[in-house]
């Protein structure tokens, strides 16, 4: 048995990680505008828990205003000079672990590609887990692999849901095959069972990231999205009945509600013509859910009543995401929890 493990995500926290946007280059003129986002975000939280912000130094007092503008609470706020290219934390950031031991903290750092090599440069991205691991002074461990936090979710009872067309893709670890790839996911995670779907929504730069697709609710619950008469109607429902062949850890059939994709979010002269939108991208904090909205008032709302339904003593939270889901991801895929 590994010495350590990744905790659920719904396991008590310290902080949320995010990396704040910067680059004019992106957003479509629209940095402005996702900036304010970001402050909106790392705001909402610093109500429930402290947030840490990845960021090159001079970038530190506009990101104190704005967090502040959005209503923050500067007793959880702390900022760090940590230079990034890109704001995709779940990806880039560190994988949080856990001592059996002591319960005492370290972390992965797998080795970060964006996503293939598609989107560089990334060297700055790259060096978050080490620039992480030095301001903690906690341990890093080094998997010797090519993984984002996005194409991962655990449960804490020893289960990793993942796909393969990320996992196995030749984009990331040409050289692992699939079982050399299972017993590293094994022995860092501190699992015994790798359950693999195939492939993910059309959109997704990332090859389809779990967190895009189907969610732990809690060890023996999951959530999965579904997409009756739309594009991802195959895939989902390929992956819907591999779902339901997985059993939880005493042998049960996992319980599994299905959830709606929101209508085709498209965006025109954009370099995504259908963009990768899930309500299951929704972000699991002290106390609180913060769930991801598309305007579209009778989905959204729908979402979140749903999603709270299996949130019963959390807080649920809508945050308006679309010019954020523009550049490819959303609530999930731009934060990164610390385990208390």
């Not at 429930?48 to 503008?69: G, M, P, R």
């Not at 194409?151 to 849901?161: D, H, K, M």
């Not at 999205?225 to 997985?246: I, M, Q, R, W, Y």
Request: aromatic residues 8%; glycine residues 8%.
């Amino acid at each position: 048995m590994s010495d350590y493990f990744m905790p659920a995500e719904w396991a008590p926290q310290t902080s949320i990680w995010l990396s704040w946007p910067h680059r004019d280059d992106q957003w479509e003129g629209e940095l402005t505008t996702l900036q304010n986002k970001f402050g909106e975000i790392a705001a909402t939280i610093s109500q429930f828990q402290q947030v840490d912000i990845n960021a090159s130094a001079d970038l530190h007092a506009t990101i104190e205003s704005q967090f502040v503008a959005a209503g923050g609470n500067l007793d959880h706020f702390r900022l760090w000079d940590h230079p990034t290219n890109d704001v995709w934390c779940r990806d880039h950031g560190p994988v949080f672990v856990k001592s059996r031991a002591d319960g005492s903290l370290a972390l992965l750092d797998w080795g970060f590609n964006a996503w293939g090599g598609k989107f560089p440069p990334y060297d700055l991205d790259n060096a978050i887990p080490s620039r992480i691991a030095k301001a903690l002074d906690i341990p890093k461990l080094t998997p010797g692999m090519i993984l984002e936090g996005g194409s991962i979710e655990v449960n804490s009872q020893g289960q990793v849901l993942t796909t393969e067309d990320v996992l196995l893709n030749p984009n990331r670890n040409p050289e692992l095959n699939r079982d050399q790839i299972e017993t590293r996911l094994k022995t860092f995670l501190g699992v015994q069972e790798v359950l693999w779907l195939r492939a993910g929504i059309e959109g997704d730069d990332t090859d389809g990231h779990i967190d895009d697709l189907t969610r732990f609710v809690d060890e023996d619950t999951l959530i999965t999205v579904v997409d009756p008469g739309g594009v991802n109607e195959a895939v989902l429902s390929e992956n819907l009945t591999k779902l339901e062949s997985f059993r939880t850890v005493d042998g049960k059939p996992f319980v599994i509600h299905t959830i709606g994709l929101p209508e085709a979010c498209e965006t025109g002269d954009w370099r995504l013509p259908l963009l990768p939108a899930s309500y299951v991208n929704f972000l699991i904090i002290n106390g609180a859910v913060l769930v991801p909205q598309f305007r579209q008032p009778e989905n959204d709302s729908a979402a979140l009543e749903q999603i709270g339904k299996l949130f019963p003593d959390r807080k649920v939270i809508g945050i308006d995401c679309l010019d954020l889901v523009k550049e490819g991801g959303s609530l999930h895929c731009i934060s990164q929890q610390q385990p208390a």
